[in-house]
């Protein structure tokens, strides 16, 4: 029997400015698996995820969802079909309460018990404490989790996260690394994590993609990339 | 509690015109009530979208222009003519809440302002239908929804009448502003990119937002029309949209009675002021400049900052006080 | 009949043009829609006719621009810069305000009653033109029109503000991290897009009488020029421009009780088809 991936990107084409930011990048992911994507700067990740997430239209090539193509549906349509995404530059609601904006999430994501599902999101990235809070009051470390946490609610099948890290220090990033894998393996959560850490990708990940100009260079288990000397010479260099 | 709180103001808005001696200054307030519910009606728009409108006076005029028409023409009653003609505002609001909402919030108000000019120029025109510069005289019935018209024409009683519409309004507008569809609308103006990846689907809302405050500018615009008994181009013209945007940006968004505060000190402005300078207006300008940049929620904005100030001067006492004891 | 409507379309989309791409241009590298434009066209003219009086009309339409040219920069020293990092809407908000103030005084120094400047001698005749009388004014303000766009397009292609200004229009953020003195630029171009709002003025006086409330027509009818040309672009305003003058001229004499819908169905039409105006995504 063949086994169908549950999420799949094919041959996938982005323009940009008249640049090719993207270069025919082809990936699958099985249900359940998180799935790191490394690249220098300029390689593509960001423009990855925005092609895949409806954000930015594609020039070619497809998006797959459990064998159903999404290449051409609207954003909403998407996360109605539990595509969810996080942003690099944190993107919340800055005048809403911290509950409330979480709650609306899931109850948009169609939970069963949007209550039950925000306040135990909260929870998990202990965001419980200031969920009367206003958000723009927040401090960035926990805006970074509330980002994450709007992305997490309503149990999405697929959960794109665009430098979730960015900015944490390290105690922060590691231990909200540990948060997301536990998160992700309690709710048979698909991830694709871009991230510029290489230790948190390598420690969490199944499997790890390398993209460099726009193309894959290199796919494996962290300990095959790790090892791998193309991946070595393009992007981590002697430091690794 | 809440309901408490309506039937207070309830009973002052019904005793304030046995306080007010003089006649002026009645007329004054009871105009400025008017006003009040237009910028209302400007005021949601901002609270709920971030949307600025130049345009408004379009609901506010034609909403009279309609009225006066469906009784001439097709002979409606008073009642059903006003009913109809909000009823009509609202459907035609959404389907151009829905194209307007479609392109970026910033040049919103570009637009209205086009569609605020495109009313006037044309009512300008229609010499015939619409009686041109001159406007029309509205024939209302004897009694109107059950009420002697006299009561419309007094400014003391139609301050009554205003004053409950206005109550009834605000109290429906804040019943819905909390619930779901206002946390909704109110996630859709913080961040509409994000809200449209939490599934928010985000230009029917703002369609029926930008519906609602034509409604409530509608109904401003009907009770003028059977206060002055009149209709004329004037109404609809842009300086009128910006007078309830200046109100609006006075009073402040946040709470809903900002708006309401802005028109009274509009026309206080207006009548005390304009009787020193003739350049009121641009004293109004240079207010409207100083709040924007200095106090962005505007006169109620703050009324409540000073009010909180004074509450937590307050409980530092009083635990000062607990302090001493212990 | 065909004729003289296509020409006085054209007359009109030249001072739309000129003031709507000062109005374009303020907006693409700003972004800031400002609501004070059609008062300071409306200044402009009042500028010019005094200047007009005191010298002649060829002083008012030289120096009424380089004076609201001074004025856009300090408009842009004494507002924009120190209200850049508000929301654009608070912006917005201060150039209404701004507008009131100007409408006002204006009314002081001015009066109330309305001006006018006569055409110069030198354009006073008219030729003939495809068998019809054509006034040598109007003709001159065409080429006006057509003079100042080819200079905006020589002045953005080829220098190196210009550059900036092209790239700032399409990434902002990118370019101030260019090392650019983009504050200067930024002065720069709300004087250059300040001056031509009131080289229109000047421009449309000896055809119209000067009143203060004469900036709000043509703030409504730039306003629709850029938002149908995509907002802040300077290709797309041109084109609008062109559009929105024929469609104001055909209508006025063959469509009469529909003239003052015909650019606002225009601009749905246009709005409906492509959400982000003729320029397309160039938001």
Not at chain 1, 8 to 19: A, E, N, T
Not at chain 1, 172 to 197: F, G
Not at chain 2, 287 to 293: E, L, P, R, S, T
Request: charge should be neutral; proline fraction near 3%; charged fraction near 15%.
């Amino acid at each position: 029997m063949i086994q169908v991936p549950f999420f799949s990107v094919r041959d996938l084409v982005v323009d940009y400015g008249g640049v090719r930011a993207i270069d025919g990048v082809h990936l699958e992911i099985n249900k359940g698996e998180i799935r790191g994507l490394i690249g220098p700067n300029g390689a593509g990740k960001s423009t990855f995820i925005d092609a895949v997430t409806g954000r930015r239209i594609p020039t070619a090539g497809q998006v797959q969802l459990g064998g159903e193509d999404i290449t051409q549906l609207a954003v909403v349509a998407r996360r109605m079909r539990g595509v969810s995404r996080s942003f690099q530059r944190t993107s919340i609601f800055h005048d809403m309460n911290v509950l409330e904006q979480v709650f609306l999430a899931s109850h948009q994501a169609q939970a069963k018990d949007p209550e039950r599902d925000a306040v135990a999101i909260l929870e998990e990235l202990d965001l419980l404490q200031y969920a009367d809070w206003r958000a723009g009051d927040l401090g960035y470390g926990q805006q970074r989790r509330l980002d994450l946490a709007l992305a997490l609610v309503g149990s999405p099948s697929v959960l794109l996260l665009d430098e979730p890290m960015a900015g944490l220090t390290v105690t922060e990033s590691r231990d909200l690394a540990q948060h997301l894998k536990r998160l992700a393996r309690e709710r048979n959560v698909t991830v694709l994590l871009v991230e510029h850490d290489m230790e948190v990708v390598f420690g969490i990940s199944d499997r790890v993609t390398v993209l460099e100009l726009g193309k894959p260079l290199a796919e494996g288990t962290p300990d095959e990339i790790r090892a791998n000397p193309k991946v070595r010479e393009a992007y981590l260099g002697s430091a690794a | 509690m809440l309901h408490f709180k309506y039937l207070l103001w309830l009973a002052v808005g019904v005793l304030l015109p046995q306080l007010v001696g003089s006649a002026t200054l009645m007329s004054l307030l009871t105009q400025s009530l008017i006003y009040a519910l237009f910028a209302l009606g400007v005021g949601i728009l901002l609270r709920q979208c971030g949307l600025v409108s130049f345009g408004h006076a379009a609901f506010f005029g034609i909403s009279g222009y309609s009225v006066a028409l469906l009784m001439r023409d097709l002979e409606l009653g008073a009642a059903s003519a006003i009913v109809l003609t909000l009823v009509a505002l609202a459907i035609v609001a959404f389907l151009l809440g829905l194209v307007v909402s479609r392109i970026p919030g910033i040049a919103f108000g570009m637009l209205t302002l086009a569609i605020g000019q495109t009313v006037y120029l044309s009512a300008l025109k229609s010499r015939e239908t619409l009686g041109g510069a001159d406007g029309l005289n509205i024939n209302w019935p004897s009694s109107i929804f059950g009420l002697d018209v006299r009561l419309f024409y007094d400014p003391a009683s139609m301050f009554v009448i205003s004053w409950v519409v206005m109550l009834v309004t605000i109290y429906l507008l804040d019943r819905l502003f909390r619930s779901r569809f206002g946390s909704i609308t109110s996630a859709i103006r913080d961040n509409e990119e994000r809200a449209r990846f939490i599934g928010l689907h985000v230009m029917l809302p703002k369609a029926v937002v930008y519906a609602l405050s034509a409604v409530v500018s509608g109904l401003a615009g009907v009770l003028s029309a059977i206060y002055t008994g009149f209709i004329s181009p004037e109404t609809l013209h842009w300086s009128v949209s910006g007078t309830a945007l200046i109100m609006t940006i006075l009073g402040g968004v946040r709470y809903l009675w900002g708006p309401i505060l802005g028109a009274i000190f509009y026309f206080f402005v207006k009548e005390y002021v304009g009787e020193l300078t003739d350049y009121w207006m641009a004293m109004l300008g240079a207010v409207v400049i100083f709040i924007v940049v200095f106090a962005p929620n505007g006169v109620s904005g703050l009324l409540m900052q000073l009010q909180e100030r004074r509450q937590k001067r307050k409980q530092d006492v009083i635990v000062r006080r607990m302090e001493v004891r212990s | 009949m065909l004729g003289i409507s296509i020409f006085n379309g054209l007359v009109y989309g030249s001072l739309l043009i000129i003031c709507a791409s000062g109005l374009a241009m303020i907006y693409g590298l700003r972004r800031v829609v400002n609501f004070a434009h059609g008062a300071l066209y409306m200044l402009g003219a009042y500028i010019g006719y005094t200047l007009s009086l005191y010298l002649n009309i060829w002083f008012a339409l030289l120096l009424a621009p380089l004076a609201m040219g001074m004025i856009g920069v300090l408009l842009d020293k004494a507002v924009f810069r120190p209200l850049q990092e508000r929301d654009p809407l608070s912006v917005l908000l201060v150039t209404f305000g701004l507008l009131l103030v100007i409408e006002d005084l204006v009314r002081a120094f001015w009066g109330r009653g309305s001006l006018s400047i006569e055409v110069p001698a030198l354009l006073a005749d008219s030729i003939e033109l495809f068998g019809n009388p054509t006034p040598l004014y109007r003709l001159a303000v065409i080429g006006l029109g057509v003079g100042s766009m080819v200079l905006i397009w020589a002045w953005l292609r080829f220098s190196r503000t210009g550059l900036y200004v092209r790239a700032a229009s399409t990434d902002p953020l990118t370019t101030a991290m260019m090392g650019v003195n983009t504050e200067r630029v930024n002065a720069l171009v709300v004087g250059v897009g300040t001056a031509l709002a009131g080289l229109a003025g000047v421009a449309a006086a000896p055809m119209l009488s000067l009143a203060p409330s004469m900036g709000a027509d043509v703030l409504v009818d730039s306003f629709v020029v850029v938002v149908i040309g995509g907002l802040g672009s300077l290709g797309g305003a041109l084109i609008s421009a062109i559009l929105l003058g024929q469609v104001q001229s055909f209508g006025t004499i063959y469509l009469p009780g529909l003239s003052a819908v015909l650019p606002f169905l225009m601009m749905i039409a246009i709005l409906i088809w492509r959400p982000s105006g003729l320029a397309g995504n160039r938001v």
